[in-house]
Nanobody, 124 residues
Framework: VQLQASGGGLVQAGGSLRLSCAAS????????MGWFRQAPGKEREFVAA????????YYPDSVKGRFTISRDSAKNTMYLQMNSLKPGDTAVYYC??????????????????WGQGTQVTVSS
C-alpha cells in the first residue's frame, strides 16, 4: 500500500485548505483511513478517520465542526477539508491506513501504512 499526501501550504487564520491522499496497492473497501498531524516538539495526534466501505467518520473534539474527512472510491483518494483554520493547526499532516476493525481509530500505533506528510502553516 502506498499513500501520497498533498495539498498543504500557507494560509491565514480563518482560511481553508483541502488535503488529498492518493492511495494505491490494494482494495480499500476493507480499510480505515485517517489523518494525523505533528507539530514541532509535539507528539503525532489524531485528526480524523473514515471507514472506507461506508464513509463513517471519526473526529476529535479539537477539529469537529471545522474539518471534514471524505473519500472518492472511484479515485482511491481521501480528502481533508479544513475550514476556520487556526495557528494551532500548524503541523505536518500525514495520511495513514490500516485494515478496519472496531476501535483504536485514534491510536497512531494501530495504523500500518503512512504517507510522507504535507506541511500546513496557518499565520495569525
Amino acid at each position: 500500500v502506498q499513500l501520497q499526501a498533498s495539498g498543504g501550504g500557507l494560509v491565514q487564520a480563518g482560511g481553508s485548505l483541502r488535503l488529498s491522499c492518493a492511495a494505491s496497492g490494494d482494495t480499500f473497501s476493507r480499510y480505515l483511513m485517517g489523518w494525523f498531524r505533528q507539530a514541532p516538539g509535539k507528539e503525532r495526534e489524531f485528526v480524523a478517520a473514515i471507514r472506507w466501505r461506508d464513509g463513517r467518520t471519526y473526529y476529535p473534539d479539537s477539529v469537529k465542526g471545522r474539518f471534514t474527512i471524505s473519500r472518492d472510491s472511484a479515485k482511491n483518494t481521501m480528502y481533508l477539508q479544513m475550514n476556520s483554520l487556526k495557528p494551532g493547526d500548524t503541523a505536518v499532516y500525514y495520511c495513514a491506513a490500516r485494515i478496519y476493525y472496531s476501535g483504536d481509530y485514534s491510536y497512531t500505533g494501530s495504523y500500518v501504512y503512512w504517507g510522507q506528510g504535507t506541511q500546513v502553516t496557518v499565520s495569525s
